[in-house]
């Protein structure tokens, strides 16, 4: 299994530039989760899908942040327009959601690291 | 609400010791599980070891356990012999359901360990 897929590893954009990451699950994981890393915040969970429904957006910062997935292997995280306080680690992970107890651990991709001048 | 505590920042460990990493965390529901990850400089995130909250024994995992004591809500990390690639940030985490559905994980702040020759 390649894990879970993340792209691109590395962004630097221009404030009100628009942004767009994206993820793809480990196959067979019905969950997917989005957060946000930095220094100040720590690990923030913006969004987490379950069967490609969002579940609960609450952490999305403001309403320059959308998230979707439109099928069991494919998810974005846009940013439009990008603020240099987006600057940060964005991380998806995804996970199973039935079976044993251990079915419900996290496997994180590598990350995207974004950087807006 | 839940939330995660871990009240060491940093910490050191000599080589060969062992070292005990605290998490405490708050949560009004019976069914939960309880996660730890490493995060080296590098960057990802490494799954190292699970805890149902319905599971009788301490998981452990190689030279991790977990030291999880319910009706003090913690659930410490104990890594035994550490070694020079356990220095690292160490995050605690949170995920309420288990086995049937499964809600939102949350992360504490961590714990940077530096492990000392």
């Known amino acids: 299994d390649a894990g879970v897929i993340q792209s691109p590893r590395h962004e630097v954009t221009e404030m009100g530039q628009e942004v767009t990451l994206r993820c793809k699950p480990i196959?067979?994981?019905?969950?997917l989760f989005w957060y946000r890393q930095t220094m100040m915040r720590g690990l923030e969970l913006l969004i987490y899908?379950?069967?490609?429904?969002?579940?609960?957006d609450s952490g999305m910062p403001e309403d320059r942040f959308s998230a979707k997935m439109p099928n069991a292997s494919f998810s974005t995280l846009k940013i439009q327009p990008s603020e240099p306080r987006d600057s940060a680690v964005y991380f998806c992970?995804?996970?199973?959601?039935?079976?044993?107890?251990?079915?419900?651990?996290?496997?994180f991709g590598a990350g995207s690291r974004l950087t807006v001048l | 609400a839940q939330k995660i505590t871990q009240t060491q920042p940093g910490m050191f460990v000599q080589e060969k010791e062992a070292v005990t990493l605290d998490c405490t965390y708050d949560t009004s529901d019976q069914s939960y599980g309880l996660f730890w990850y490493k995060q080296p400089s590098s960057g990802e995130m490494i799954f190292l070891i699970y805890?149902?909250?319905?599971?009788?024994q301490n998981a452990t995992e190689g030279r991790y356990s977990l030291n999880f004591q319910k009706a003090r809500k913690s659930a410490n990390l104990v890594i035994s012999a550490s070694q020079l690639g356990d220095s690292a940030m160490y995050f605690c985490a949170m995920r309420r359901g288990m086995k049937t559905s499964y809600d939102k994980v949350i992360f504490g702040p961590g714990t940077s360990l530096s492990v000392i020759p």
């Open positions: 899908f379950n069967n490609n429904v969002p579940i609960d």
């Open positions: 805890q149902g909250s319905y599971d009788e």
């Open positions: 992970a995804s996970s199973s959601g039935l079976g044993s107890s251990g079915a419900n651990v996290l496997t």
């Open positions: 196959s067979g994981h019905d969950y």
